[in-house]
């Protein structure tokens, strides 16, 4: 993992002889950096517990400590997991420094510790807290999020103002009614499956310093059933600050449609959306009569009243092409920031255009009054894409969608993981195969080769390029990935983590490990 500044003040590589991947990244207050991921590595540096992994592939967590030297930097790392695949979808850690993990296994001994569920067999949903007595961790908490199908968690969120809340989201086949407790309990605003054995979306919000069934307090359902089969990708989860009572913000990627099917299978909630129209960028009255590519959404569920029956507000995000989200964020004021990628030639609505960092998918030509604006690529390739949905103080108004941009060249290029900082400043990372992508002038480098991580700090408040943009390229002469960043509002430092097979990946001078594979 690696800081940032934008100077690179600090980058080690961390696994051993396997693989690591799904790698995140979190930070505490006093500045120590958190690792976590997957990995198959039998010899991945561990301080406590097993030396050798339980399972054929487990959770690791690690904590680095960049003021120590050489070796001694890693003041905690562990493996987590059962005896068959585990696999991550987030790390957080709150402000009494305890670790929060979350993803989902196919192991039926996962380790549990005062758990709304103890026992599972398939592929379930898992959190688990690790509290600090001292220097030494426990695992205080440990359950299993599952339901009769397949349940994947693929975010995680806290909540510092209440320590011990953990906000989860995800997809499930489960059928299971409010009686289980999940996907959905009683407090949920939507109870059952609209779209029985196919997938749907679930937020869930547990209280780690319970235990048992009371340790779930609210979750729910989200999805529809027209078309049947429809696609559901999870994405990421986030909550605002609102005091003791926080709404949980979650992404992802459907094509259900947002009307009755003909047989009467149930119709994609959307609310107070900026966008009701599946692939049609920000429009509200559709004129695709058969419309089937994916758009991401984004959805604001407060989970702290029961008995209400819709999100607070839901809305596509998307046009004609493939969009997915995968990371978000919410700034003070609940303004939602989303990531992911995109294949739309009209992802940004024409109303917005002129405002992005990047008005054109791949980066070709902009011509503002032309119809498109855009020059058409002989080669249409996937971009990421940052958007902004405001907060809106009026009740029943549509929640605006006021800010969008492309990052992206003429390869494929994803945003994976999304922070924001308090001038409404959108940090990304993820992941390019562009040798052309459009950096800034103080990047720290060039294309590697064989595709790149890359880190962009884009302000959502200026008017195309602005002067504090910043885009780079970060990586080797192999693939690198980004995969997680976390945000230090304090010093204004960027930490961002993912994987490499890079032997010449760029390390500071005092790294914890210096080579790939621990060599």
């Given at each position: 993992?690696?800081?940032?500044?934008?100077?690179?003040?600090?980058?080690?590589?961390?696994?051993?002889s396997?693989?690591?991947?799904?790698?995140?990244?979190?930070?505490?207050?006093?500045?120590?950096?958190?690792?976590?991921?997957?990995?198959?590595?039998?010899?991945?540096?561990?301080?406590?517990?097993?030396?050798?992994?339980?399972?054929?592939?487990?959770?690791?967590?690690?904590?680095?400590?960049?003021?120590?030297?050489g070796?001694?930097?890693?003041?905690?790392s562990i493996?987590?997991?059962?005896?068959?695949?585990?696999?991550?979808?987030?790390?957080?850690?709150?402000?009494?420094?305890?670790?929060?993990?979350?993803?989902?296994?196919?192991?039926?001994?996962?380790?549990?510790a005062?758990?709304?569920?103890?026992?599972?067999?398939?592929?379930?949903?898992?959190?688990?807290?690790?509290?600090?007595?001292?220097?030494?961790?426990?695992?205080?908490?440990?359950?299993y999020?599952?339901?009769?199908?397949?349940?994947?968690?693929?975010?995680?969120?806290?909540?510092?103002?209440?320590?011990?809340?953990?906000?989860?989201?995800?997809?499930t086949?489960?059928?299971?009614?409010?009686?289980?407790?999940?996907?959905?309990?009683?407090?949920?605003?939507?109870?059952?499956?609209?779209?029985?054995?196919?997938?749907?979306?679930?937020?869930?919000?547990?209280?780690?310093?319970?235990?048992?069934?009371?340790?779930?307090?609210?979750?729910?359902?989200?999805?529809?059933?027209?078309?049947?089969?429809?696609?559901?990708?999870?994405?990421?989860?986030a909550?605002?600050?609102s005091?003791?009572?926080?709404?949980?913000?979650?992404?992802?990627?459907?094509?259900?449609?947002?009307?009755?099917?003909?047989?009467?299978?149930?119709?994609?909630?959307?609310?107070?959306?900026e966008?009701?129209?599946?692939?049609?960028?920000?429009?509200?009255?559709?004129?695709?009569?058969?419309?089937?590519?994916?758009?991401?959404?984004?959805?604001?569920?407060n989970?702290?009243?029961?008995?209400?029956?819709?999100?607070?507000?839901?809305?596509?995000?998307?046009?004609?092409?493939?969009?997915?989200?995968?990371?978000?964020?919410?700034?003070?004021?609940?303004?939602?920031?989303?990531?992911?990628?995109?294949?739309?030639?009209?992802?940004?609505?024409?109303?917005?255009?002129?405002?992005?960092?990047?008005?054109?998918?791949?980066?070709?030509?902009?011509?503002?009054g032309?119809?498109?604006?855009?020059?058409?690529s002989?080669?249409?390739?996937?971009?990421?894409?940052?958007?902004?949905?405001?907060?809106?103080?009026?009740?029943?108004?549509?929640?605006?969608?006021?800010?969008?941009?492309?990052?992206?060249?003429?390869?494929?290029?994803?945003?994976?993981?999304?922070?924001?900082?308090?001038?409404?400043g959108?940090?990304?990372v993820?992941?390019?195969?562009?040798?052309?992508?459009?950096?800034?002038?103080?990047a720290?480098?060039?294309?590697?080769?064989?595709?790149?991580?890359?880190?962009?700090?884009?302000?959502?408040?200026?008017?195309?390029?602005?002067?504090?943009?910043?885009?780079?390229?970060?990586?080797?002469?192999?693939?690198?990935?980004g995969?997680?960043?976390?945000?230090?509002n304090?010093?204004?430092?960027?930490?961002?983590?993912?994987?490499?097979?890079?032997?010449?990946?760029?390390?500071?001078?005092?790294?914890?490990?210096?080579?790939?594979?621990?060599?």
């Amino acid at each position: 993992e690696l800081v940032i500044d934008p100077t690179l003040s600090y980058s080690t590589y961390l696994g051993g002889s396997g693989t690591e991947a799904l790698v995140k990244v979190a930070i505490d207050g006093n500045g120590g950096i958190y690792v976590a991921g997957s990995t198959n590595s039998a010899d991945f540096p561990v301080t406590t517990g097993p030396t050798s992994p339980p399972g054929a592939q487990n959770i690791f967590i690690s904590k680095i400590n960049t003021s120590l030297a050489g070796t001694a930097q890693l003041v905690y790392s562990i493996y987590l997991g059962g005896s068959q695949k585990d696999f991550l979808a987030g790390i957080a850690v709150d402000s009494n420094f305890g670790i929060y993990v979350a993803g989902w296994t196919t192991s039926s001994d996962f380790p549990h510790a005062n758990a709304f569920q103890s026992s599972a067999s398939g592929t379930h949903g898992f959190l688990s807290k690790l509290t600090v007595n001292g220097t030494a961790y426990a695992l205080t908490y440990s359950t299993y999020l599952a339901g009769n199908g397949i349940d994947t968690v693929t975010g995680l969120a806290i909540d510092n103002g209440n320590r011990g809340t953990a906000y989860v989201t995800g997809v499930t086949t489960s059928t299971d009614d409010q009686s289980n407790g999940f996907p959905a309990n009683p407090d949920g605003f939507q109870l059952v499956s609209h779209s029985p054995e196919n997938k749907q979306f679930f937020a869930s919000k547990l209280n780690t310093s319970a235990s048992g069934p009371t340790s779930m307090v609210y979750s729910t359902y989200f999805g529809g059933g027209n078309p049947v089969g429809a696609e559901a990708i999870g994405g990421g989860i986030a909550v605002d600050l609102s005091g003791a009572s926080p709404n949980m913000y979650i992404t992802g990627a459907t094509n259900m449609l947002p009307v009755t099917g003909a047989s009467g299978e149930i119709k994609f909630q959307l609310v107070n959306a900026e966008q009701s129209c599946l692939d049609e960028a920000g429009q509200t009255a559709c004129t695709l009569s058969n419309p089937t590519a994916l758009d991401a959404f984004v959805a604001k569920i407060n989970p702290n009243t029961p008995g209400l029956t819709a999100p607070v507000y839901s809305t596509y995000v998307g046009g004609s092409g493939d969009d997915v989200g995968t990371g978000i964020a919410v700034d003070s004021s609940a303004n939602a920031y989303i990531t992911g990628s995109t294949f739309s030639t009209d992802f940004i609505p024409t109303p917005i255009i002129g405002l992005a960092f990047q008005p054109c998918l791949n980066n070709t030509l902009y011509t503002a009054g032309n119809t498109p604006p855009c020059a058409t690529s002989s080669a249409p390739a996937q971009d990421a894409f940052i958007a902004k949905i405001d907060n809106q103080l009026t009740a029943g108004a549509v929640y605006p969608l006021n800010y969008a941009t492309y990052i992206g060249g003429s390869g494929d290029d994803s945003g994976q993981g999304i922070q924001v900082d308090p001038v409404q400043g959108a940090h990304v990372v993820g992941s390019t195969s562009s040798p052309d992508l459009p950096i800034t002038q103080d990047a720290l480098q060039n294309y590697g080769l064989n595709g790149d991580a890359f880190v962009a700090l884009i302000l959502t408040t200026e008017t195309g390029r602005g002067i504090g943009d910043y885009l780079t390229y970060l990586g080797g002469n192999q693939l690198d990935q980004g995969t997680g960043i976390a945000l230090d509002n304090v010093f204004g430092a960027t930490y961002v983590a993912g994987t490499t097979l890079s032997p010449n990946f760029p390390v500071s001078a005092t790294p914890y490990q210096l080579n790939l594979n621990n060599k």
